[in-house]
């Protein structure tokens, strides 16, 4: 059996602290194959590249896995980039430890060829590690070098293995305390068509769903073990257009768990008595996939609602007490600057929700906003991406673009732009003890909030 040391290189705080699930699961699945795994979250723990590389010469691992969840911050307002911290991890990994080092995590498969070279890693594993790593650590342990250093991990994960029986408790405490939650998978893959969007390059086009007595098992021991008062649902999009996912709120309201919780939602036509029963199980909020703000422009980023939708379902939420929060993409595909006045005057009309908003699209390999970049001249066919391009519409200009939306949400305190101005005020209300999310406290009592007054609409 292998002695296995796997580091969370995740070091943002954007828009809140995530609990590392993907490395959990990964450590779960080697475990029980009898591997030693030892777990280091370079946020939690707050350290250098040099600290961790004598953390791993004093571990002496025979492999030392890296996830990579980012590899920017997705904000042409304020980028961050990630790759180079990432370089300077290995390195100072190299000049310590002879073990095999394997690149993972959603970022990692995003580039796999890239990053492997660029990082000189010795594996890459794309996709679903739980399996994929399991093998690699097999080979390694029987002192085999594994022909092909790229292994794909798009394989039929089983219910068994997405669950995660176990957390760290002291990583738990820290994410509690510090991003107001613990998270959780209902499912994986997703069979939508988002122009931007790689879950479905990552998880596959189909829904592999949890059986949900296995989802509210899990729920529980967050809540009974770990003292959990919010949690997430961290499926790319919660409710599935079969509904199963209303299963899973079924479960949680028979067994009479009402722990508050949030999840991502796509807009449709719900019913008052589907948000009722949501109600009922504790979700406190929503994060709507909604992207554009116009009918236009959601056609234009492959979205298969309308902005109808949208203000229904905004509607149905916000009255029932649901928190809700929409993050909308300016200058995709489709943008002019008719549906930028048009966009904003229908933000402008949805009440008791906070806003976010960003300008342009991260071009991400694989996905349709790639092909037409490349179509378009914006980028070449054979571009990595690695260092972040952002898709901006020929038929509106960015500066332009920029002050309407400034201007726009000037003296909104629950419309915010450019949206590092929200993670900020989200941190400060997180070490004030609030859990979850907290766009709730932009648009409180249902009204609408500016700076200096209040209005009811």
Known sequence: MADVLLISCNITREPYPVYPLGMAMVAHAAREQGHRVTELDMLRMNLSCERVAEMAESLAPDVIGLSLRN???????????????????????????????????????????????????????VGEGEAAFCRLLED????????????????????KMMAVPARDADLASYYLQEGGMLNVQS????????????????????????????????????????????YAIADSVFNDQQGQYLSVVEELVRRGIHVPWMAFFRPQRFQREQVDLLRRSGLHAVEWGTDCATDATLEGMQKDFTWEEVRHSNRLFSESGIACAHFIIFGGPGETDDTVREGLDNIEKLDRCAVFAFLGVR???????????????????????????????????????????????????????????????????????????????????????????????
């Open 71 to 125: 590899i920017d911050n997705l904000d042409s307002c304020s980028l961050h980039a990630y790759v180079d911290y990432y370089d300077q991890l290995v390195r100072a990994l190299r000049e310590v430890s002879q073990a095999a080092i394997v690149l993972g995590g959603c970022g990692y498969s995003l580039f796999p060829e890239v990053l492997l070279e660029r990082l000189g890693g010795d594996y890459g594993v």
């Open 140 to 159: 390694v342990g029987m002192g085999k070098s594994p022909t092909d250093r790229i292994l794909q991990g798009r394989v039929v994960v089983t219910n």
């Open 187 to 230: 499912k994986r893959g997703c069979p939508l068509r988002c122009a931007y969007c790689n879950y479905p390059l990552l998880e596959g086009r189909t829904y592999r769903f949890r059986p949900p007595e296995d989802v509210v098992d899990e729920i529980d021991m967050l809540i009974s073990v770990y003292g959990a008062d919010f």
């Open 363 to 457: 071009i991400l390999p694989g996905t349709a906003i790639q092909r037409r970049a490349v179509e378009e001249g914006v980028i070449c066919s054979n571009q990595s991406l690695l260092e972040p391009v952002f898709y901006h519409s020929p038929d509106v200009r960015r500066d332009s673009l920029h002050t309407s939306v400034s201007n726009a949400f000037a003296d909104r305190l629950d419309r915010v732009y450019p949206p590092g101005d929200g993670a900020e005020k989200i941190q400060v209300f997180h070490k004030m003890g609030r859990r979850g999310p907290v766009w709730d406290l932009l648009c409180a009592d249902g009204r609408t909030r500016r700076r200096g007054k209040t209005s009811t609409r």
